[in-house]
């Protein structure tokens, strides 16, 4: 599966975005593993944001962005979201979409390593 990221951009502290991540290609689909976003700031290593599982109804965030950035998945749209809400300067980064391994959820869920296939990432970059 290839992944396609989108819906990056400059956006003032407290604003909102919406990020999208579709699937596309032969095999392997966004609907058929659980999915996750990661980000990486400039000098930084690459962190979890949020996962969510194969069906949707289990959701993990990084404590930080917690009340703040939803994810959420559309299968019939082959296609995962992650809804920023009050967004603050330090969540500036590129951030990336990602396919699980495997079908397990909260089998080292927060870990970039247990994700195999990779978008190619959208800025986010929020003014202070």
């Known amino acids: 599966v290839q992944l396609q990221a989108s819906g990056g951009g400059l956006v003032q502290a407290g604003g909102s975005l919406r990020l999208s991540c579709v699937g596309s290609g032969s095999g392997r689909t966004v609907s058929s593993y659980p999915m996750g976003w990661f980000r990486q700031a400039p000098g930084k290593e690459r962190e979890f944001v949020a996962a969510?599982?194969?069906?949707?109804?289990?959701?993990v965030y990084k404590d930080s962005v917690k009340g703040r950035f939803s994810i959420s998945r559309d299968n019939a749209e082959n296609a995962v979201y992650l809804q920023m809400s009050s967004a603050k300067p330090e969540v500036t980064a590129t951030y990336y979409c990602?396919?699980?391994?495997?079908?397990?959820?909260?089998?080292?869920?927060?870990?970039?390593?247990?994700?195999?296939?990779w978008g190619q990432g959208t800025q986010v970059t929020v003014s202070s």
């Open positions: 990602a396919a699980k391994r495997d079908l397990t959820f909260y089998t080292r869920t927060t870990y970039y390593d247990a994700y195999d296939k």
């Open positions: 969510i599982s194969l069906s949707g109804g289990s959701t």
